[in-house]
């Protein structure tokens, strides 16, 4: 597969005071996809603007035309398959199918515990996920669902006349330990990470080895259940691997990083668009050089 770069816009601007130009800005540079995270606030960025994924990407949808849009990643933090299915569909249909739901388990940020409820422990978030992501694939192929399960539950929920993407739109799944990637192995048409985390303070060569095993329980999965993971989209989401400081200096520097992960077999890097005054602060010139010239040099 051919590398594929796509950006992931924060949802911290005003859709009026610059949020909208950035969309458009994405589509104008050429990236496969723009994602936003799906949060209720996230980190440093607690006390400032955050505005929701879903909204925002409607609005997106309607300020572009080719670009896909996505999420980077929802979880059952605070979503109830339910209601994301009809939001999705609905999603879906306003964008012309050019959404991709990125997917996973959720962890111990601000979003487990706004909702009142104590956060999951590890093992209780696999047992979510593990319920979660087959009840909203049902919801999203079928026309009428009913389900009893143990977290989750379904009562002739109707999603008509379903996706413009058949069967369904697509799934991103985000995943890293071995039940997860059974999720991905039997639900996603894409697999996210964005590495190691023991190895962030690492060197890049530590976290290529992660990755590379990474990988390998991917195929693992797949094989289990006879499936060819060489078929499978592979997302790397960057700015959480040692060379987070460096990666958006230059294009030379990001066409390094891009051609070595291309050969541990990812098909497509994502970027953050860059953020003044926080962690994701770059050079918005050299961002956007690295969104036109990259891939020709790796091609080149």
């Not at 051919?2 to 992931?8: D, I, N």
């Not at 950035?22 to 607690?46: C, K, N, V």
């Not at 399960?149 to 413009?164: H, L, Q």
């Not at 770059?282 to 891939?295: G, K, M, P, S, Y």
Request: net charge negative; with cysteine.
């Amino acid at each position: 597969m051919s590398l594929r770069l796509s950006t992931v816009i924060l949802p911290v601007r005003p859709w009026h005071e610059g949020g909208r130009d950035q969309w458009s800005r994405a589509e104008e540079l050429g990236f496969h996809t723009a994602y936003t995270y799906d949060h209720l606030t996230w980190r440093t960025f607690r006390d400032g603007p955050w505005y929701g994924a879903v909204p925002t990407l409607t609005a997106a949808a309607c300020a572009t035309e080719r670009i896909r849009l996505g999420t980077l990643v929802t979880s059952p933090n605070f979503r109830h398959p339910v209601t994301l299915a009809k939001d999705l569909m609905s999603l879906d249909d306003i964008s012309g199918g050019r959404v991709t739901l990125g997917i996973g388990a959720g962890g111990n940020g601000f979003d487990a515990t706004a909702l009142g409820q104590e956060p999951w422990t590890p093992g209780e978030r696999a047992d979510r996920f593990a319920e979660f992501v087959p009840l909203l694939d049902r919801l999203l192929t079928e026309d009428a669902v009913t389900e009893d399960g143990t977290f989750y539950s379904a009562v002739e929920a109707r999603n008509i006349p379903g996706c413009v993407q058949r069967p369904r739109l697509p799934f991103a799944v985000a995943a890293t330990g071995p039940r997860g990637m059974k999720v991905v192995a039997r639900h996603g048409q894409a697999w996210v990470t964005a590495g190691d985390p023991k190895v962030f303070e690492g060197t890049p060569e530590q976290s290529l080895e992660a990755l590379r095993g990474q990988l390998g329980k991917l195929e693992k999965a797949c094989a289990e259940i006879a499936r060819d993971s060489g078929s499978m989209e592979k997302v790397l989401l960057t700015g959480f691997t040692p060379e987070r400081n460096t990666l958006l200096e230059s294009v030379d520097a990001f066409v390094d990083f891009a051609g070595r992960h291309q050969e541990l077999g990812f098909t497509e890097l994502v970027v953050h668009a860059p953020i003044p005054n926080s962690d994701f602060a770059a050079d918005q010139a050299v961002f956007e050089r690295i969104a036109t010239e990259a891939l020709a040099q790796l091609k080149g």
